[in-house]
């Protein structure tokens, strides 16, 4: 069974950045998207970004578009979130899947992690 682990978040100023990582154990990374999500308190998890397995294609939510970015490291299995000029709406806490993709769709494939809180201050 594959289990996920997010790290990397904290407290930030606006403006700020900080980049998260995703590690995956009980399997390998495969051919499979994956996307990061984000729940803020009280909201349902939303997707923020996803990279396609083969080319790499990346997709992002508008509402991080142009701040965010996701990466992979395939030689060591690792996901990444690259996240600047952060806003307090960006508070939440962040997790990472892998994913299956449908139309404009993210569906994740398994458990959940803990995930990793990533609070801006304003």
């Known amino acids: 069974q594959i289990q996920l682990l997010e790290s990397g978040g904290g407290l930030v100023q606006t403006g700020g950045s900080l980049r998260l990582s995703c590690t995956a154990s009980?399997?390998?990374?495969?051919?499979?998207?994956m996307a990061w999500f984000r729940q803020a308190s009280g909201k349902e998890r939303e997707f923020v970004a996803g990279?396609?397995?083969?080319?790499?294609?990346?997709f992002s939510d508008d509402s991080v578009l142009g701040r965010f970015t996701i990466s992979r490291d395939k030689a060591n299995n690792v996901l990444y979130l690259q996240m600047n000029s952060l806003r307090p709406s960006d508070t939440a806490v962040y997790y990472c899947?892998?994913?299956?993709?449908?139309?404009?769709?993210?569906?994740?494939?398994?458990?959940w992690g803990q995930g990793t809180q990533v609070t801006v201050s304003s």
């Open positions: 899947n892998f994913v299956r993709r449908a139309g404009n769709q993210w569906y994740h494939m398994h458990a």
């Open positions: 990279i396609s397995w083969g080319p790499g294609t990346t």
């Open positions: 009980g399997g390998t990374f495969g051919a499979y998207d």
